[in-house]
């Protein structure tokens, strides 16, 4: 496990399942536009949640890339979910913005809310294609360049579901706190 802290909020990089992190206020789902249930991080999320989230969702879709909405957790155990729409790589332009927005929307909706602590999938990582080590430095850049305005939120966890998905996020965060001096 790897922590980094920056004022008073940690961003802790962990392997896992998005729809077993019982001690975050939110959990995020990597969405799709109709909020629907699907494959990867979505399916785990709604199968956990039951069918009362779908639900829920149904009025909010469709949102955008970049977008984030918030909803009850239902039967997960947590307190909220934040659904994420990430850019579909190849064909949702700019890719790297609408990803970055992805991550500051989530925590400023999550920050907004009281929450104080958020746990995040590898948005767009999945079906959605994007190459995974530029994925993580965008993640890792947008989540530490956010953490500054944050009023609530005190952890943040970047959950990644295989082990060398995870040696990719640490290299991205040593890679952010030690850049390459000119
Ligand atoms: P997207 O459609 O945004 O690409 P996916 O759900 O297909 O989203 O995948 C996003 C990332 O989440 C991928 O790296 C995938 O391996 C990972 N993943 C899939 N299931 C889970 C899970 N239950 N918990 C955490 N990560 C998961």
Redesign the pocket.
């Known amino acids: 496990m790897e922590n980094k802290t920056t004022g008073n909020t940690r961003l802790e990089l962990i392997r896992?399942?998005?729809?077993h992190q019982p001690d975050t206020d939110a959990v995020v789902n990597?969405a799709n536009a109709q909020l629907r249930t699907g494959?990867?991080?979505?399916g785990?999320i709604h199968r956990a949640a039951g069918p009362g989230l779908e639900k829920e969702c149904r009025p909010l879709a469709p949102i955008k890339p970049g977008q984030a909405v918030i909803t009850g957790a239902h039967k997960l155990p947590n307190k909220h979910v934040i659904h994420c729409l990430?850019p579909v790589y190849g064909r949702d332009k700019p890719e790297d913005q609408l990803l970055a927005d992805c991550y500051r929307n989530a925590i400023r909706l999550a920050d907004k809310h009281g929450l104080q602590s958020i746990a995040f999938?590898?948005?767009?990582?999945?079906?959605?294609g994007?190459p995974?080590k530029e994925a993580a430095g965008i993640a890792i850049e947008t989540i530490m360049n956010t953490i500054p305005e944050l009023k609530n939120v005190r952890l943040i966890r970047l959950?990644?579901?295989?082990e060398k998905?995870l040696e990719i996020f640490r290299e991205a965060q040593e890679r952010f706190s030690k850049p390459d001096t000119p």
């Open positions: 896992g399942d998005i729809a990597a494959g990867g991080v979505a785990a990430g999938p590898a948005i767009s990582t999945g079906i959605f994007f995974i959950v990644l579901f295989a998905d």
